[in-house]
């Protein structure tokens, strides 16, 4: 049974840093694109980043570009969202992903077969 787990979560004040992490096991974590992603109360859940099995490509959506970095180490089956200059609209649930399917942008959530429970970051003004 395949079960992602995130950490890292937590209240910080604007501007500050937060780093996420999301354990993996049972599943092959090498083949897999692993994404983020965060849902604000009221909204729908939306796509913050993604990388490629080996770590060769990312993706970011526009509103975290230069503030966010996504990475992973596949020999701990982890994957991580370090989270520089945040900012309230930043407040939200994020989610870790699991994507078998390759050969096109990873950013639609019901192309992900595998999720987290969640972990809570709130953004202080």
């Known amino acids: 049974q395949a079960q992602l787990v995130e950490t890292g979560g937590g209240l910080v004040q604007d501007g500050g840093s937060l780093r996420l992490s999301c354990a993996a096991s049972g599943l092959i974590f090498s083949v897999y694109t692993m994404g983020w992603f965060r849902q604000a109360p009221g909204k729908e859940r939306e796509f913050v980043t993604a990388?490629?099995?080996?770590?060769?490509?990312?993706y970011y959506t526009d509103s975290v570009k230069g503030r966010f970095t996504i990475s992973r180490d596949n020999a701990k089956n982890t994957v991580y969202l370090q989270m520089n200059r945040l900012k309230p609209e930043d407040t939200a649930v994020y989610y870790c992903g699991a994507r078998w399917r390759s050969g096109d942008e990873p950013t639609a959530r019901n192309e992900y077969n595998y999720w987290g429970q969640g972990t809570r970051v709130t953004v202080s003004s």
């Open positions: 990388i490629t099995p080996r770590g060769g490509r990312t």
